[in-house]
Every structure is written in structure tokens, then in C-alpha cells.
């Protein structure tokens, strides 16, 4: 394609980009590509192992008069207490003066699970 000779020829890339359409070659710029990550149709490896469950449930504890609460070997605080887990099953354990219970509970998503000791 010839340009008409009173036409000025553009000497920079901006000056070529800023043309009316059809007026030259639009090319793309680097930044107009897909990165290498945008490139691949395959998804990304997950960030946590497939067994590790990002979904969690509600733990209500209570005991009378009180009790200090272990969940799964780590001190949770003192009754009552509302604790957010991970679901599954987690060892519960229950410490009033002296005297101690321990309990098995099923942690399901979305749900709350009560437990109440009297001692």
C-alpha cells in the first residue's frame, strides 16, 4: 500500500497507532498478549492437598458449673465457648478441677454440634 505523496509518513509507534483505522498496520503490543500462566489451558495445581477440607462447622460447648476446653490437643479456652472447625472428627476434652472427660465429635459443614457436660 503507497501513501499519497502530500500524506506524512509516521515515525514513531505511537504516531502509527494513533491513525484512523484502516490507515496502516495495527499490530498488537506486548502487553495485548497472554502471559505464560493465561497461555496454558490446563488449571493450576490446588494450593492445599485435595484431603485438606476448607469447609468448617460450628463446635458449641458448654459445662456446669464450667470447664476448661481442649479440641484436638490444643487449649480452646473455657465454657461456654463457640469454636469454628474444620469438619471431621475431633477429640474433645474437658477439664473441671480435678476431674477430666474426653469426647469424640463429628464436625459437619454448615452445622452446628452442641456439647454440654454437668459435673
Do not use: C, F
Not at 479456652?77 to 474426653?102: A, C, D, F, I, M
Amino acid at each position: 500500500m503507497e501513501s499519497e505523496p502530500d500524506e506524512p509518513q509516521p515515525s514513531t509507534p505511537t504516531e502509527i497507532a494513533a491513525r484512523p483505522q484502516g490507515q496502516g498496520i495495527d499490530r498488537p503490543q506486548a502487553t495485548d498478549l497472554p502471559s505464560e500462566e493465561q497461555k496454558t489451558s490446563e488449571p493450576s495445581q490446588p494450593l492445599t492437598k485435595p484431603s485438606e477440607s476448607r469447609e468448617t462447622g460450628t463446635l458449641s460447648v458448654n459445662a456446669q458449673p464450667w470447664a476448661e476446653v481442649s479440641v484436638d490437643g490444643k487449649s480452646r479456652g473455657e465454657t461456654p465457648l463457640e469454636l469454628e472447625l474444620s469438619v471431621g472428627r475431633h477429640k474433645v476434652v474437658l477439664v473441671y478441677e480435678n476431674q477430666e472427660v474426653t469426647q469424640t465429635v463429628t464436625i459437619k459443614a454448615g452445622r452446628v454440634e452442641h456439647l454440654t457436660h454437668a459435673w
